[in-house]
């Protein structure tokens, strides 16, 4: 009916009088949008396109226009000052403000998120790697570095076992001792499944494996002797690229008591590290096995500055239209493949004296 030539666009005068024709029927946040996207036009017309994805919730260039050019009408009013919501409504206005730094883009989430799914990844790896898995087939919920079975289990990293490249991976379901499980868990849950929810299972998800395979890999590089255990790899990538997004945009981040929050954030992971260091160089319960080594907390937090960062900094973006984001996966692949390399060669060539296997 607006387009008779069938061209694909419409008159953004046309696209004016259905908004005010319609707008009563419109989520008053997707309002907004429509509005700014026809403010930002200045050819005079709108893609019937650009339409479809905003209507259905699509992040796209025509968003991101939008946004640019129609800013004063969208933060005309803050989310913030929404009353009467739900309590499901206000914890979801909760997480935007915890997580985004930009007015628009915590409206946005706010307008789109429905649960669906719910933030699994992280859930389930809490729960079932860490409780399940140690609770259930161990009988123990934690194994203390001077466990007779510490070191006899087919997930830690050993360097004498670092052929079986699932230790890279499955050395995460095991901690040196309670309060190592403990804080991990913490942190995790509470930094993690709010990122998951605003940011999406895939992208979290390759965060945290990202950091504990580059912590593991750290470990063999430059801590030649020693194995590694817990979860700390993971976590510091989330916790790192989650706290520097913050110092980055910290006039946007409206959330409360933020400097509060990074001080006990701050605490509590250099706690842990110091921990895990005053551990590393604390004579050993199984000589000449030294105990956990701390690398792989250094090399989570590398993964969270870099690669963590760009993922949870671009919500509106696409990851592959970002030059830095290319530039980071690039020098992560190629420190991957050096220290497969290293793994390889080095240790024949430098004549360590490795630890005996377990």
Known sequence: QFDPDNTGYISTEKFRSLLQKHGSELDPHKLEV?????DSNSEGRICYQDFVNLMSNKRSNSFRQAILQGNRRLCSKALL???GLSLSQRLIRHVAYETLPREIDRKWYYDSYTCCPPPWFMITITIVVFFLYNGVVLDRFVLQVSHPLYLKNALLYHPQLRAQAWRYLTYIFMHAGI???????????????????????ARISFVYIAGVVAGSLAVSVAD???????????????VSAHLANIVMNWSGMKCQFKLLRMAVALVC????????????FH?????????????????GVMVGITLGVIILRN?????????????????YVIFVLFAIFWNIFAYSLLDLRLPPPP
Do not use: K
């Open 34 to 38: 429509l509005l700014a996207l026809a």
């Open 81 to 83: 000052e929404e009353t």
């Open 179 to 201: 309060e190592h499980l403990g804080l991990n868990v913490v942190l995790q849950l509470l930094v993690g499944v709010p990122l998951e929810m605003v940011h999406g299972a």
């Open 224 to 238: 030649m002797t020693a194995p590694v255990v817990g979860s700390s790899g993971g976590v510091y990538a989330l």
């Open 269 to 280: 992971m250099s706690f842990e590290f110091g921990r895990a260091v005053w551990l590393r």
């Open 283 to 299: 004579p050993s319960v199984y000589p000449p096995c030294p105990h956990p080594s701390f690398m792989a907390h250094l090399g």
């Open 315 to 331: 919500y509106e973006q696409r990851l592959q239209d970002q030059t830095l984001w290319w530039i980071f996966l690039s020098i």
